[in-house]
């Protein structure tokens, strides 16, 4: 144990310094959940190949000094150790030129190909395995140590010095894709690999390199084995900036594939409501699903509710992504399982082909944005980028800028339609409507931003601005003592999915002091008991404190009568294309007819939409409806105005 205790013998401390650092990175890789292809398969055989060489370098160093161990080792032994340390220093040139091709997705397909990156390393292997039947090209001195006969020495180093070359027009080429971080990353690698050499001339210390290559390794885990940027833990797959990646290389090389992309519909809901163990089990069945579609296909997970298929050789306008999207929609019907029940889901498909579609990575990023916000409008057919209307997306991008900064920047306001009720002849109740008026575009349609807003994120923000302009107009105006009982207020369904739905709105009603009872929320058609455990909570809160909800647009979507009676709700609103249709065919008067029908068999209340004319509100009284919305009896108005109405309207000011 002396010679481990001796500070002066440095060959000893790097060596096992050396190892101290493989062995902890080989504990980081082996329970890592990284396993994204080729890439870590590369990396485990740059592990074992750099352990070798320590190992090597370890046993050598103490047959050096340690006299046991030369009595234990002999020396024709000792110089089969130094071979095979010599031939593993130099495979980890081959190595890590194939561990960087395998970073920036460079295939190897053809044998020349293959054959030209081998050829350094094997010919300096051939070289020193000679040394093991002649002293042709280098002999042993009496420690054991190689020394060549010039200029061997220097036909030895030509595979390195090429091998370094090569990384180094690798990285120049592509290292627009990498992050600074793994730029720096990459760049420090091989320098620590160049360094080895000379620094083991230079100061006779026969175990440098190995204690480079393993800094080397240990920067490689914590930068290009790092799981958490390029795979998702849930689903296993790649993530966005994997995507990005892939693709960005894969532009770089010239290379004809094609971006197929999933939408899944009411996925990122049902997830929302699961179990974290669940949610992964489906999404891992879905990922399974996916791979086996295609040959040589990569699978990604970009966004939430999204998947796509990064498919090699295939153009987008081929029948291949007709067929197989086609293969995608009927296995996501019905051929998933969530805790021991099956699960079905509708999905979306659009194609972004490339060269053809997209031809650097400048573009990408702006045609697959594109694609994002125009395929939820088109469900049938594969969404190609021809189809795109590109004036019609420019001008969504520039709402959604608009919308990013609308509550900040005083755009919103809120206009209330009145309601008319006929039992009372007055105008008991309203609903808010949110307007964006922007000072260059003038007022923008809520049918036009608030889908935007939806897919931003921002109409959490915007939804949480309309009740709480809500509040304020009933807590500081006389509305209520001019008649006005409630406010219908929409309630978008990301709102219904968030945890706190219930205690953020009860907290702004507490904040403006306004009863429960005036808050009336409209949830759509679209909602269905059973799809989400959160919404079902939240509903159940918001009703024991004392808010009624609405049916918005009933009519439009299942119009399934058999669940109308489960449905939490107080007030069924009749979508205006019902009600307008009703009016233009006999059969769609009769479904009107039939629909009040049954809601007031039900004991709900019914409000008419879209009533724009005395002969319509007529028939829609005779019905039997509760409450008549529409331009016949007042358009939305802004806040002022809609409390001048009432007054005018209700006391007959």
């Known amino acids: 144990m002396e010679i481990l205790t001796d500070p002066n013998n440095y060959d000893v401390c790097i060596s096992i310094s050396a190892l101290v650092l493989m062995a902890v990175i080989i504990v980081i890789h082996l329970v890592g959940e990284f396993s994204y292809g080729k890439q870590s398969r590369i990396f485990g055989g740059l592990i074992i190949v750099a352990t070798l060489l320590n190992v090597m370098g370890l046993i050598h160093v103490l047959w050096i000094d340690d006299k046991a161990l030369r009595e234990l080792l002999s020396y024709d032994m000792n110089c089969l150790v130094v071979i095979v340390e010599k031939v593993m220093s130099y495979l980890m040139g081959y190595f890590s030129i194939i561990y960087l091709m395998a970073i920036f997705g460079i295939q190897q397909n053809k044998f020349w190909k293959k054959l030209v990156i081998i050829v350094p390393s094997a010919f300096t292997t051939l070289i020193l395995l000679s040394g093991v039947f002649t002293e042709f090209f280098y002999y042993f ?29 690798l990285i120049v080429k592509y290292k627009r894709i990498l992050t600074s971080e793994k730029t720096v990353a990459i760049y420090t690698y091989f320098i620590l690999m160049l360094l080895g050499f000379p620094m083991r001339v230079v100061f006779k210390l026969g175990t440098v390199f190995g204690f480079c290559v393993a800094l080397s390794l240990l920067l490689c885990v914590f930068t290009f084995q790092n799981p958490s940027e390029f795979v998702d833990r849930m689903s296993g797959i790649g ?180 309601i008319y009720s006929p039992g009372t002849g007055k105008f008991s109740s309203c609903e808010a409507l949110i307007r964006l008026n922007d000072p260059r575009s003038g007022y923008i349609s809520p049918a036009v931003f608030m889908p935007i807003a939806e897919k931003n994120g921002m109409v959490l923000g915007i939804d949480r601005f309309v009740l709480a302009s809500v509040c304020d107009m009933l807590a500081n105006t006389k509305a209520i003592s001019y008649g006005l009982e409630y406010v219908e207020v929409n309630l978008s369904v990301v709102d219904c999915i968030q945890t706190n739905l219930a205690e953020n709105v009860l907290g702004t009603l507490k904040k403006y002091n306004i009863g429960p009872s005036r808050i009336n929320l409209e949830i759509t058609e679209t909602w269905d008991k059973g799809v989400t455990s959160v919404i079902d909570q939240n509903i159940n809160k918001l009703m024991s404190a004392g808010i009624t909800f609405s049916m918005d647009d009933f009519g439009t979507g299942y119009s399934n009568f058999s669940r109308m009676a489960e449905m939490p709700v107080k007030i069924f609103k009749l979508d205006k294309g019902t009600v307008q249709a009703a009016f233009e065919s006999e059969n769609s008067y009769m479904i009107m007819y039939n629909m009040i029908k049954i809601i007031k068999s039900l004991g709900k209340e019914i409000v008419a939409e879209g009533v724009e004319t005395g002969e319509q509100a007529k028939q829609i009284i005779r019905l039997g409806c509760d409450h008549i919305q529409g331009f016949f009896y007042a358009r939305p108005m802004p806040r002022d105005q809609f409390i001048e109405f009432l007054h005018n309207s209700n006391l007959g000011g």
């Open 239 to 418: 993530t966005k900036n994997a995507l990005n990646f892939a693709v960005y290389t894969k532009l770089i090389q010239k290379k004809t594939f094609t971006l197929l992309e999933i939408r899944v519909d009411k996925l990122l809901i049902m997830l929302g409501s699961e179990s974290v163990e669940a949610a992964s089990d489906l999404l891992r069945q879905m990922t399974d699903f996916l791979k086996k579609t295609a040959q040589d296909v990569e699978v990604f997970l970009p966004r939430d509710g999204f998947f796509a298929l990064l498919i090699p050789n295939v153009q987008s306008g081929s029948d291949i992504i007709d067929k197989l999207s086609d293969t995608i929609k009927v296995g996501f019907k019905d051929n998933f399982k969530l805790r021991d029940l099956k699960v079905g889901f509708d999905v979306s498909t659009s194609a972004i082909g490339f060269p053809d579609d997209v031809k650097s990575i400048d573009r990408f990023d702006e045609v697959s944005s594109m694609m994002y916000k125009a395929l939820s409008r088109e469900s049938r057919y594969v969404l190609r980028v021809s189809d795109l209307n590109l004036k019609h997306i420019e001008y969504d991008k520039k709402i959604g800028n608009l919308v990013r900064h609308a509550v900040d920047s005083g755009l919103l306001e809120v206009y209330y339609q009145p």
């Open 141 to 169: 001195d009496r420690n054991g140590e190689i020394v060549y006969f010039f200029p061997n020495n220097i036909l030895v180093n030509i595979g390195i010095v090429l091998y370094l070359i090569f990384a180094l027009y």
